[in-house]
């Protein structure tokens, strides 16, 4: 039997009603006019600056990607070790051809997923295959693309070009001194845009057995002394300014909550004193990270480094696999989040503040017409977060837009949001997002709740002006 | 270039399929023989009592408007002050047009919400617009609105009647004395139906500093000693009977939590001393409110007075806003809420009570089949309230019937809830619920899953009996 | 006038849309060569085993359905005992005929509802009828029922084989002798498989009033010492095993919190020596309950029985109807879940076990793709429960197949659950469940993200091998 084809049929993920479907057609061309905007994502900023090739399928598709392993692992059986987890293990052609066969054999696995979709667009559209994945197919497959990786058309900056990217950020260690990005800056025969993101998580978890490790080499990296906490904000203070000026646009957080009340002056040095020696309670490190954070927003209202926030994760749940593997292997697991209590100190605060911009995340659906479309609806600095990570499917795009858009707006919405380590995949990803959205704007249409013209302006800032707007990426 | 003109589609809002929206078409037809039913808002009753005009047009539709208000402020960075908030402050010509041109110039920013659906059927249906509002059309649309305000068309009593209101319930303080509603009762040349509604929701905050003024007013009103907590309850018995007399079907309440755990006798009265002394704590605030609330639904029993419930809101959120501006200018966030544990202290004491009616509110739509269908699915007291305030646009309705039907059924929901002062708002509200009612009975038609004699019996329900049942609106 | 007809659409329940429905009939048609699994249920296993006729339509039909009770008493008024409540109660014709012009005259409350569904399937399919329930049709139906259960064709077994039952899976107690399970297994001319649940709930719940007895009565049946924890350990696999010789596969867990917290082993005994002695408080009872489910899923992992939880539910909220009736009577209203935190101490133990398998089963949807869509795409063991009890009606199968599938996959789902008491309605539920599975699959094909032979075998696979193996029914 000759291998099932693989194809992309050019309506896919549009409604299925024909007349929707048409209008869904129409406004899908006008978001195409305009090049991709990812302002946050994960790509490590060597790839470009370096150019070096991919060295294999495995290591550049499979290893990195949480989203594709964790599924193998649950549903197929298959080890993480077996996939080349975790990223940066040693790699041999048979390991990765081996790895390809296992993720090709048990393609099933990914029928009606995310992940099934973005491959498929990564496969047909990147690397031109023809065939659809399964264990006959797996080394027609690996061949082809291994082969591919080894043409300058493959290089990290050639991708970043035939995917019409307009600016791509990273995510960086604050003490990061960010030489990639500056040799891309230094670099004449480079006109793309890689940006570095600030994000200080760990270093805004004082109960965390490496807050002194962290905060001294903080101090040092900012030359700054940090014995006291106004010592510490003024080292963060540095290091935003420098990441600002090596073209960052925004800061990251991510913490089990979105909290941001504030403590007196003297409580937070006296916490933090406690902190650098070791000896705060779990509850008061939160409380003195929440405090942290409030003065994270408090700095951004003078740099202007947009704020985001991405809490309520039960980061590392099997702790098995954290022990054999590391963070970041596909045992994170979303827990509840409350922003309505939770952000009130810092936007009572800074919430109409003409410098500041927060875009709040989340993998809890639930609060996106609850808090979220409320806030944003409300307060001018709120944007509310594209579904992300768990809930960045075709459909959860489409109750996104749902929820938020009767009281948020589409205008107070942070644009598509990549936030991916697979560099390959992100055209997929935005393709997904500019579908769904205009099926769910041609649905308005169609339902007459929006007039066309209005429709297709509505879809070019989507793609454009919205994502501008709320990461400041035009400065 | 000519403006664009404003259109109102017959079939807005109704599904797409050819086939669904033929039967949609049919049973708002259905709908559309029956009159409006609005038992809960806040129209201020002397605006039908006294039967002014309106002064302009920003007056009327803008500055009571919170809805769009906080969008304007968010989306434009307009100021509230700019748009006349508070109501009351001083309006003249020349800051009423500004207002709207404000208005128009950003009618951008509506885009997809529900706001922009109710003013496109306001200014077509009510005041004959023809063109979209913009910043070329803001002056000839105001023009327009200010001369029809003038005329005896559009006095208060006509537009009731043009709207085809059957009865209209307002929002009043315990201690009010409904002098307008017995003006209107004695106005042999008025036939329309205004009633009261109590709202006792300060008296019952048993912490707030007001607490002792306001129970001492309660008392000198209602002519009676309360001093202990049980001449509170009968001074509450006797307002709640005045009311009752005066035509109202209900009370409305609305506190942090929906919680109604009785507390002793001898406890309610201790807590109740502290509380006239100044001197309770929050908790036992909330705990003392609670028992006040189950007190309340005890005098229900008696005399009938339906009890509407909507908590879970954190009130004035933006305290910068609040002290600039005072309450409802739209720094209320919504939060979660939970009535299954909260309700249960009530519920098995009155629950099956044959003059006992709860209708529950929210925000919250977590809770609409988790919590309130089974609870009205169960006891004969509880009706679902409709989607209300930020859940009031087209898709939360239809969610809201997806989420209740199945086990509270259609005959356990309260009907439409306009909630609005922005009277001229009022047909349009009603007019989306009908539209997307229609739309979801369509659906189930379609899908063979209601015969459509049975889906046109149940179309003319909820705009009849089924709100006449839950606010016992035909006595 | 004549009574209305009642028809069965072959349609029903697919999407309106011609093209999306004509592949939603292609996949049913494919679902319907398969026959059906019940792997979890409420069924008394003596109905087959002895293979009585039923007595009569009510005490078959109403008495036993707490959710048509439930509807009934809540939006009709009618009496839990007027419908024969409790099951047991004394039956006459006479009764038994009234009931029933109660539940046909009042047959509108079910409008929409699943409950009406389920009914009409049943009514048509299963017995013949052809005119709606009404007050004047209602002796008509009931004598035609009352007729049928005379017959052979009515009996118990000759159901299960019409109902093309492959399994069916009863609800147990640890003590049960499983005495009709041997009776059908010792039966030659019995060619059926009804099978055991290992169901243990009010043995761990260390601080009720009956545990000390419940405990006595565990120790006698298994033989053993329970004056220990680990005693009481021993007494539980002892029984585990006595069901899995008897055919179990799983064993039902439903307690109000899905915690698994372990303590330390004296902590344990402690605990256990307290609640023997029935001084143990609440809150120790919770935390000794949690351990001991934890020990449930370390005896599963031997013994291979499946475990399913289904937590959050607020059981006899009606106090005066629990005091009347007893259990089950429909005053059972859900609550809130969380599982992220509440299965990490058992999963990170025994998550990837391969002889581990759970079944989490929720009615708070809120869950499914926050939670278990998240735990089920990366531990090996778990499995997201069909939706279940108050969300089994279409809309919510839909809304749990568009949460689950894109990260939880439709591989590590369970396969429907009927979970009733009323043998008759269990094709309905299983179909309900097949046309709307059906109608998803449809859409994903008809937006090119399945392609039609891939969603033939899931299709397939979802009324085969997905609960075959969820549930491990073929050992």
Redesign the interface.
Known sequence: MSP?PL???P??????????RKIARELYEEEQKHPIISPHGHVPPQWLADNEPFTDPTTMLLTPDH?TN??L???A?VELKDLGVPVGSPMTPEKSREAWRLFCKNW???????VQ?WFESEFYDVFGIRVRPSEETADEIYDQINEALTTEEFLPRSLYHRFNLAVLATTDDPCDDLKYHKQLADDPSWDGRVIPTFRPDAYLEPARATFKELTEKLGETADQDVSTYAGHVEAMRKRRLYFKEHGAVSSDHSHRDPGTARLSDSEAENLYSQALAGKISPEDGDRLRRHMINDQARLATEDGLVMTMHPAV?RN????AFADYGADV??D????V?Y??NL?PM??EY??HPNFQLVAFT????VF???L????????S?YVGAPWW??D????ITRYR?QV???G????TSGMIDDTRAFASIPARHDVARRVDAGYLA??V??????M??ALE?AADLVSTIPSRAFKVNG
């Open positions: 099932k194809e992309l049929h309506d896919r993920l549009f409604p299925a009603d024909p007349a929707v989203y964790r599924i692992h649950s549903v059986g099933w696995v990914f029928r009606g997923t995310a979709f039960y749940h099997d702790e098995q596909g045992g697991i979303p827990i509840k409350e309505t209590r009130q936007l009572t919430g109409n993998m809890d659906q639930d017409q609850r808090e479309a409320a806030l944003a609806g409300y307060y001018r709120v768990f809930i499917d075709a459909d959860a749902e858009t009767p009281y707006t589409f205008y107070k649905r308005l169609a339902e007459h709740r929006l007039d013209d209005v509505i």
